[in-house]
């Protein structure tokens, strides 16, 4: 069993960053690879960004390429959502997810690849 625990949200307003956190407990850390979801109010919850076991291969969604950087410290058991230039659309649950594989280099876009959820942090952006 593996479990979640986000952290970093807040209210901010447009144009300001935030880093978002996720400390992971149980099972073999660097086992799983990591991803970064979010869900506004009204919509279904869709992927943001994504990391590889190894931490060398990351994805990202067209949304938020070139704001938003995804990043591990496996030593930490931590992964990290760095998040620029916020928009009010930008405003959901952020909710931070691993998926076990034995594949060093795989990056999950898909939610049904992620076995393990977080309870979510809120990230609200004023404009």
């Known amino acids: 069993q593996v479990q979640l625990v986000e952290s970093g949200g807040g209210l901010v307003q447009a144009g300001d960053s935030l880093r978002l956190s996720c400390t992971t407990s149980g099972r073999t850390y660097s086992n799983y690879a990591m991803g970064w979801f979010r869900q506004a109010p009204g919509k279904e919850r869709e992927f943001v960004a994504a990391i590889s076991w190894s931490g060398g291969n990351t994805n990202s969604a067209d949304s938020v390429k070139g704001r938003f950087t995804i990043s591990r410290d496996n030593a930490k058991n931590t992964v990290y959502l760095q998040m620029n230039g916020l928009k009010p659309e930008d405003t959901a649950v952020y909710y931070c997810?691993?998926?076990?594989?034995?594949?060093?280099?795989?990056?999950?876009?898909?939610?049904?690849?992620?076995?393990?959820w977080g309870q979510g942090t809120q990230v609200t952006v004023s404009s």
């Open positions: 997810a691993a998926g076990r594989t034995q594949i060093r280099t795989v990056v999950f876009t898909v939610q049904s690849h992620y076995a393990y």
